[in-house]
């Protein structure tokens, strides 16, 4: 099967109309690590920041269990998530909240490396239900993964199996309260701690390629 045109390595001309060269398949993926995002010149302005992050999660869901049939009803006239600021995006490149729900194996644990590492700065990760604390009824799997911060920082556990949609809605509030009280750094730890997640990472994951991504 032939390559999208779209992929292949091409010149193109910038708004400058400068000609250069891109390769997409190793280009849109960076390969420097991670920097820390530092806090605003001033506290009210940093607070302000704070205040507008919390009131505008938009999240990218990486359902792998019940836990994602747990979020559609916040997204209906019942639970009405939208009214707290709170929304769904399709790509980590609009979303700044990570929820992952359900249990992670080690070939989906890649994949949810892959889509945050996209999102931008200040972006936040909450695990949902029991199985990304301790693996849930899958612990004794070889191949679940057990605890989740060690591989990516969790700024927020909603514990359950599977937690209700008012639990879910209730771990958000306490979520904006962390944002909101600047303490919604996951990212910044996750810069901070680049090479300790990296090689959790890699103890577990021996074969990093993907179709179009690879270290």
């Known amino acids: ?6 992929l ?3 010149m193109v001309k910038g708004p400058d109309g400068v000609e250069f060269e891109v390769e997409p398949l190793r280009d849109y993926y960076c390969e420097a690590p991670p920097t820390v995002m530092p806090a605003a010149y001033s506290k009210i302005v940093e607070d302000l920041f704070n205040w507008a992050r919390a009131e505008s999660l938009w999240i990218l869901g990486f359902g792998t269990g019940c836990g994602a ?3 559609r009803p916040l997204m209906t006239p019942r639970f009405d998530a939208y009214r707290y ?5 399709p790509t980590p490149r609009q979303a700044n909240l990570l929820v992952i729900s359900g249990y992670l194996s080690v070939k989906t644990l890649k994949r949810a490396i892959r889509a945050y590492e996209q999102m931008q700065s200040p972006k936040y990760v909450v695990g949902l239900g029991s199985c990304t604390i301790n693996g849930g009824m899958y612990w004794d799997s070889y191949n679940t993964i057990k605890r989740l911060d060690d591989y990516l920082p969790v700024d927020l556990y909603i514990t359950g199996c599977m937690p209700r949609p008012e639990a879910l809605l209730a771990g958000f509030t306490d ?3 962390l944002i909101k009280a600047g303490q919604g750094e996951g990212a910044n730890k996750y810069a901070e701690n680049f090479a300790w997640y990296k090689a959790n990472q890699k103890r577990v994951i021996h074969d990093w390629d993907m179709p179009d991504y690879n270290w």
Not at 1 to 6: A, F, G, I, Q, T
């Open 1 to 6: 099967m032939s390559m999208k045109p779209e």
């Open 85 to 89: 600021g709170i929304q769904w995006r």
């Open 8 to 10: 292949m390595k091409r």
């Open 69 to 71: 049939i747990e979020m």
């Open 175 to 177: 979520l904006k309260k």
